[in-house]
């Protein structure tokens, strides 16, 4: 069964410097998420992307963060200049179509810590 | 605004027991879609069921069941049977139609089948 892979699956960064984080969305599928779950809260919406462009996006995405579809699979969420409270678990999520019917594959995850 | 409320942040259940975890939501859009994601200790997110929001029939898949009553804007997961592999957070989540493709999720309920 297809699935929604990301590397790596753990990353321990110093403050301040930058990270790139990896996915590789369900091969057929046009619409990229990334999501992210700090420690023992609920999930955040950060970002979504089709198209090749960004077509939704939450406060929590700002000009520190950047997301990019490098080469036809992969999909790309970089975090300039980390900061402590970025710290989380970051997934990406991807779907075929966009209804509201429509479900969103989860990928397992990249924790980050920012030390 | 949107907002999925998950109001039991720990559950108990004993072994082969059914338990519902509640889920309410708001949103003024007529056509959205509900979800349940299991989160087990591993960290990955796995979709569980959907409901619609013209669907007349209850969702169900395997064990999981949806109790959509939408004049009260509910839409709780049951699990009969319930089995140790269920220990879980589970999130109830949703997409509005008319608010683009994000999913809101509530904060979650802790799930702890008992032997």
């Known amino acids: 069964e297809p699935e929604v892979t990301q590397t790596p699956s753990h990353q321990v960064t110093q403050m301040g410097q930058e990270v790139i984080l990896r996915c590789v969305p369900i091969?057929?599928?046009?619409?990229f998420y990334w999501y992210r779950q700090i420690l023992g809260q609920k999930v955040e919406f950060l970002v979504s992307?089709?198209?090749?462009?960004?077509?939704?996006k939450s406060e929590i995405f700002d000009d520190q963060f950047s997301v990019e579809r490098p080469d036809g699979s992969n999909f790309t969420l970089k975090i300039r200049s980390t900061k402590l409270e970025d710290s989380a678990m970051y997934f990406c999520?991807?779907?075929?179509?966009?209804?509201?019917?429509?479900?969103?594959?989860f990928g397992p995850g990249t924790r980050l810590l920012v030390l | 605004a949107q907002k999925i409320t998950q109001t039991q942040p720990g559950m108990f259940v004993q072994e082969k027991e059914a338990v519902t975890l509640d889920c309410t939501y708001d949103?003024?859009?007529?056509?959205?879609?509900l979800f349940w994601y299991k989160q087990p200790s591993s960290g990955e997110m796995i979709f569980l069921i959907y409901q619609g929001s013209y669907d007349q029939q209850n969702a169900t898949e395997g064990r999981y069941s949806l109790n959509f009553q939408k004049a009260r804007k509910s839409a709780n997961l049951v699990i009969s049977a319930s089995q140790l592999g269920d220990s879980a957070m589970y999130f109830c989540?949703?997409?509005?139609?008319?608010?683009?493709?994000?999913?809101?999720f509530g904060t979650g309920t802790s799930l702890t089948v008992i032997p």
């Open positions: 992307f089709y198209n090749n462009e960004i077509s939704e």
């Open positions: 949103t003024s859009d007529p056509s959205y879609g």
């Open positions: 999520a991807s779907s075929e179509t966009r209804g509201v019917e429509e479900t969103q594959y």
């Open positions: 091969s057929n599928h046009l619409y």
């Open positions: 989540a949703m997409r509005v139609m008319n608010t683009g493709n994000q999913f809101y």
